[in-house]
């Protein structure tokens, strides 16, 4: 009895230390998947810290690249977001960082989507015809990038490393991640416009002296609209022409005009308005509204405009 209660306590022992083995091993195997994780993580952020130091190194300073250098530079970073993009998407999240891989999926997917449309703008705010509105997409795209790396700093790297803490890991803790940077105001069209200017060749950018729009007359179907509500015969349909005055001291090209009515936008744009002078541009309104309306009129800002109040006006509008 002696001899089998010690082989029984044996093998008891001997059970037991299996089992804390076997858990050690898959504790373990649970803390290397969760330390490769990270590790997988802060690589392509560190990676996408270079591509942002690379971007917009460039368009704070384009030295001396051309037009066609700039571009195939952009599109390179472009190409490399879109990189890091695929490679997050193809993360495998284990044990508790499924919300965070979420998160993470969609920071890139902001990002790759913000440096698509930046890159496909830039050819065309480079240029002449179009550039403004080119200018204000990329301006646009920018708080695109903002609102990733806010999500990044919410609740990617928290809880990253929240979940590396709860299991005891320590010295894998993900990096900060901001693609834009801080203290230059990207977020504004003229910022983006003074720098584009400066890449050799362009013609998008901001000239020198002084850059302003104001809205003209504004009318439909020749009854000119002012403060008081218009009323206006629609039974032929309904066409608004604004007039945009240039005052600045520059040629401003590719000026974009808006027209909403009833949640409705309508676009309409103005090749060329030379300094002093004035250019106006016909948009039909379809479908033809009925009864009383309001319309909204604005005109884009140009590069190096400082003052945009006398750029929209709202109209009241009966179509009888």
Request: hydrophobic share 40%; glycine share 14%.
């Amino acid at each position: 009895m002696l001899r089998r209660g010690l082989a029984l306590g044996g093998g008891l022992i001997v059970l037991i230390l299996i089992v804390l083995g076997v858990k050690g091993c898959l504790d373990a195997r649970a803390n290397r998947e969760l330390s490769d994780y990270a590790g997988n993580v802060t690589q392509i952020v560190e990676e996408t810290d270079q591509t942002s130091k690379a971007f917009f190194g460039k368009l704070a300073d384009p030295g001396s690249l051309s037009v066609t250098e700039f571009v195939a530079e952009v599109n390179a970073d472009r190409s490399a977001m879109d990189n890091y993009a695929s490679r997050v998407d193809g993360l495998s999240a284990p044990g508790d960082m499924g919300r965070a891989q979420n998160a993470l999926e969609l920071t890139y997917e902001l990002r790759s989507s913000a440096m698509t449309a930046i890159a496909d703008s830039m050819s065309t705010a480079l240029g002449d015809a179009g550039a403004a509105k080119a200018t204000a997409t990329i301006a646009r795209q920018m708080r695109r990038l903002l609102a990733a790396d806010e999500l990044y700093a919410a609740i990617v790297r928290p809880e990253i490393n929240g979940v590396l803490a709860d299991n005891g890991i320590e010295g894998d803790d993900v990096p900060e991640s901001v693609f834009l940077p801080e203290g230059v105001e990207w977020l504004e069209e003229s910022s983006v416009a003074e720098a584009l200017g400066a890449v050799s060749g362009s013609s998008g950018g901001s000239t020198s002296g002084v850059h302003g729009l104001g809205l003209g007359g504004v009318s439909v179907n020749g009854t000119e609209l002012g403060e008081e509500a218009a009323g206006v015969a629609a039974e032929e349909g309904a066409e608004v022409e604004v007039t945009v005055e240039n005052q600045g001291e520059s040629t401003e090209n590719g000026i974009g005009v808006t027209v909403s009515v009833g949640g409705t936008e309508l676009q309409g744009d103005i090749e060329s308005i030379g300094a002093g002078e004035t250019g106006s541009v016909s948009i039909p309104l379809t479908p033809t509204p009925s009864g009383e309306v309001t319309l909204e009129v604005k005109v884009d800002t140009v590069p190096g405009e400082q003052v945009s109040e006398n750029n929209e006006a709202s109209y009241t509008v009966v179509f009888e």
